[in-house]
Nanobody, 125 residues
Framework: VQLQACGGGVVQAGGSLRLSCVASGDTVRTFTAGWFRQGPGKEREFLAAIGRGGYVTDYADSVKGRFTISRDDAQNTVYLQMFSLKTEDTAVYYC???????????????????WGRGTLVTVSS
């Protein structure tokens, strides 16, 4: 499975952005998917995850209420809609996926098998 994250760019604080993670090589229907990010000088952190079928989602406290994860299995794509962006949201954003037999949404990066290359989001003040 190959994952390609896209949609990053430069946005002003308070603005919105939607990231997409397009999968190829297999259908994401049977996968749990997640978004992570790594800011300058920081460790990679969990943002959001969505289980099979989209019934279960999980969010980091830092983005809860501002970010929304969703999936379109027909398009083999997982999205991260980001609102009310802050300068501290500046980071490289990564999508990840793992084949799953349940609807659980995983929050730890070691639980994911496949990773995309990342897309840079820069939030200016």
């Amino acid at each position: 499975v190959q994952l390609q994250a896209c949609g990053g760019g430069v946005v002003q604080a308070g603005g919105s952005l939607r990231l997409s993670c397009v999968a190829s090589g297999d259908t994401v229907r049977t996968f749990t998917a997640g978004w992570f990010r790594q800011g300058p000088g920081k460790e990679r952190e969990f943002l959001a995850a969505i289980g099979r079928g989209g019934y279960v989602t999980d969010y980091a406290d830092s983005v809860k209420g501002r970010f929304t994860i969703s999936r379109d299995d027909a398009q083999n794509t997982v999205y991260l809609q980001m609102f009310s962006l802050k300068t501290e949201d500046t980071a490289v954003y990564y999508c990840a996926a793992v084949r799953s037999f349940s609807r659980v949404a995983y929050a730890r990066d070691e639980q994911y098998t496949y990773w995309g290359r990342g897309t840079l989001v820069t939030v200016s003040s």
